[in-house]
């Protein structure tokens, strides 16, 4: 019988009971209904090939393939194989790989059209750490101050892949790392819910446009700082055969990044758009 557990009061939520490669659209409709109620599921205790990851993600909207081309499956190239190809030419570690998706972001700000959510399927998980944070940006935006709200609730900003640093360029073509900026709402209504969020993205953001860029970076750091509050965060463990979808349109995500080196962390990855 299908079960949903929310897992705190403002985002995450466990979901049993369910075989997606079996799943009536009378169940789908009730995942998919706290999916945008809890911003993020996760569906314990699956059993998937490829094709079959795919044809779930596809019932949630348009699946896209991911920029970075070098990660994606020869096979099915809609999926993003993330965690191999650890070690570099000469056996060291490429600590890329290790760290990637460490630090508060949401999927794809750097796209022209918005980021709809991201489905991880986890294959392989190492014995210790390598956990998901999660929080919501629906709260983020209430608890903001007034003055704050009002100054920004005209604004956009400014997406690059990498962000102001580009620390992770190198994983993109030289076409790719060619795009103009991308630029959304800093504040924004969800397209499902009718709710308002903050839509900051300290890890792709560039710069809030209009704005002198030493303006822009106070603004930037300004906001940053009250993205994240700690009872808004759901801490999510996984086990292999789980698959969390998160709503990038309202949650922000981070990995710890803090698993054991020599051991897999293996997920596949699927982007779905509006």
């Not at 897992?7 to 169940?27: C, F, K, L, M, R």
Request: hydrophobic share 35%; glycine share 6%; proline share 5%.
């Amino acid at each position: 019988m299908l079960e949903i557990v929310p897992q705190n009061p403002y985002v995450g939520a466990i979901v049993s009971g369910v075989d997606v490669n079996t799943i009536s659209d009378e169940d789908f409709a009730q995942v998919y209904r706290a999916w945008l109620d809890h911003g993020v599921i996760c569906v314990r205790g699956q059993h998937l090939d490829m094709a079959g990851f795919l044809a779930y993600c596809r019932r949630f909207g348009r699946v896209k393939p991911h920029l970075v081309k070098r990660t994606r499956d020869p096979d099915y190239p809609d999926i993003t194989v993330m965690g191999t190809n650890k070690r570099k030419a000469d056996g060291s570690l490429d600590k890329s790989i290790l760290t990637r998706g460490v630090g508060w972001h949401t999927d794809l700000p750097w796209d022209q059209e918005i980021c709809k959510s991201t489905q991880l399927y986890a294959v392989a998980i190492p014995s210790r750490g390598g956990d998901t944070l999660f929080t919501s940006m629906y709260l983020a935006w209430d608890r903001l101050p007034d003055a704050l709200k009002e100054r920004v609730a005209n604004l956009k900003a400014e997406f690059v892949y990498g962000g102001r640093k580009k620390p992770h360029d190198d994983f993109l073509t030289n076409e790719d790392r060619a795009r103009p900026p991308a630029v959304h709402p800093v504040m924004r209504t969800h397209e499902e819910t009718g709710r308002t969020s903050l839509y900051v993205n300290p890890f792709h953001i560039t710069r809030i446009a209009g704005l002198a860029d030493d303006e822009s970076d106070a603004l930037i750091e300004e906001l940053s700082s009250h993205l994240v509050h700690d009872d808004a965060v759901y801490r999510h463990k996984w086990q292999t055969g789980d698959i969390v979808i998160w709503d990038n349109r309202c949650c922000l995500h981070s990995a710890t990044g803090d698993y054991p080196p020599e051991e897999d962390r293996i997920h596949w990855r699927v982007t779905i758009m509006q």
